[in-house]
């Protein structure tokens, strides 16, 4: 019986749409990096804000797919469920963020040389094992140099633990302290840092469990609260108000607005998103580009930074720019869809199958989750 009422339960498409537009504009953001430096300057300039509302998404659909069934399943079951989830592309990132630093063709020789053999397989080994290594020369500083945007994953892991053994627990009214706590909190960072693209590397570490705290418990609240806004509002709809946000331009010290951004924004667009339906061939699309939002964010840095080292290197015209990132770009989503088909999803079934799960324990296949990022 309790499995029945698990697969008859609602999926939402528009979320994995939502999270799917999100993932296709943090490759954007990262091209755009390189190409214009200057923040206030990119056409995405709040890219980097796809992060959080990654992680507004996972509070929503963790508290979804375990608030009910977490204390039947035990701890045990459910760290298991979450790494088959998420670890085989933390596992594919690594490996091919380590084959992009060493074959670069503009600056690997250069790269290899400057950081050693043993800094290389140490870096490689943390990130294999999820653990920042920031110490690899050329990489910003970044807790993941070979896979940069698996410092989220990271901070999912946290927050997973936590949820696991804290929050899944936690009366609603400690949850709504919780919230406005985490609320000064990642308001006091993003004000001391005068923004909030922080966490992703070793100076701003701590800053990123303001980001992931707030917009976790944010998702988890209105999933307890049920804080859904029904609504016919197409997806398109929905989708360019993500899109305006991430678009949205960027200031010098624009703290105040990304706050409100993350804060408001993102939230509300949760809300609506929960409540809105969706079908036809829009149905198929949020579907597919849900399907494909966790493995594109895990593999496409390396290709980021060999277009980055290409421009430094090659100091190319506005239009061969132009050319080589719209190929790195369709280049990454193909890259990410077969790595879906034939990496994440086959291992995650090889997984299941051989841990030997119970059907009612597994998840669905479609499970959304975030960078969960």
Not at 166 to 174: A, N, T
Not at 328 to 346: C, K, M, N, T
């Amino acid at each position: 019986m309790e499995n029945n009422l698990f697969q008859s339960k609602k999926h939402y498409e528009v979320l994995d749409g939502l999270r799917g537009f999100a993932a296709l504009s943090i490759v954007i953001f990262h091209l755009f990096e390189f190409i214009s430096p200057d923040y206030s300057k990119s056409p995405i300039g709040h890219g980097f804000l796809a992060v959080d509302f990654f992680f507004c998404l996972s509070g929503f659909v963790i508290g979804y797919a375990y608030d009910e069934r977490a204390p039947k399943l035990g701890l045990k079951t459910f760290f298991r469920n979450r790494l088959i989830r998420l670890h085989p592309m933390v596992i594919w990132g690594s490996i091919i963020g380590l084959l992009g630093f060493l074959f670069d063709p503009y600056i690997g020789a250069e790269s290899v040389a400057q950081a050693g053999i043993i800094n290389i397989l140490a870096a490689f080994i943390c990130s294999l094992l999820m653990l920042p290594y920031p110490w690899l020369p050329g990489r910003g500083g970044g807790l993941f140099p070979y896979n940069t945007p698996a410092w989220s994953l990271f901070m999912e892991y946290i927050i997973n633990i936590v949820y696991a053994f804290v929050l899944l627990r936690l009366p609603k009214r400690w949850l709504l302290v919780s919230l406005a706590f985490s609320t000064i909190w990642i308001t006091a960072v993003a004000r001391y840092r005068g923004w909030i693209i922080t966490g992703w590397d070793a100076p701003t570490f701590f800053d990123g469990f303001a980001r992931v705290f707030f917009s976790f418990l944010a998702g988890l609240t209105i999933f307890r609260f049920n804080l859904v806004i029904k609504n016919k509002l197409n997806f398109l709809i929905l989708g360019a108000l993500l899109i305006g946000v991430l678009i949205f331009p960027h200031k010098e010290n624009d703290w105040a607005t990304e706050m409100i951004l993350v804060i408001i924004g993102f939230p509300f667009l949760l809300s609506l998103g929960a409540g809105a339906q969706v079908s036809g061939w829009l149905k198929s699309l949020c579907i597919f580009t849900g399907r494909l939002s966790y493995p594109l964010y895990m593999t496409h840095i390396w290709a980021s930074w060999l277009f980055g080292n290409y421009l430094f290197k090659a100091k190319p015209s506005t239009t061969e720019i132009s050319v080589v990132a719209t190929i790195i770009f369709f280049g990454s989503v193909a890259l990410g869809y077969i790595a879906l088909r034939f990496y994440d999803e086959p291992i995650r079934k090889w997984l299941t199958d051989r841990w030997g799960r119970k059907k009612e324990e597994a998840l669905p296949t479609k499970e959304l989750t975030t960078s969960e990022v």
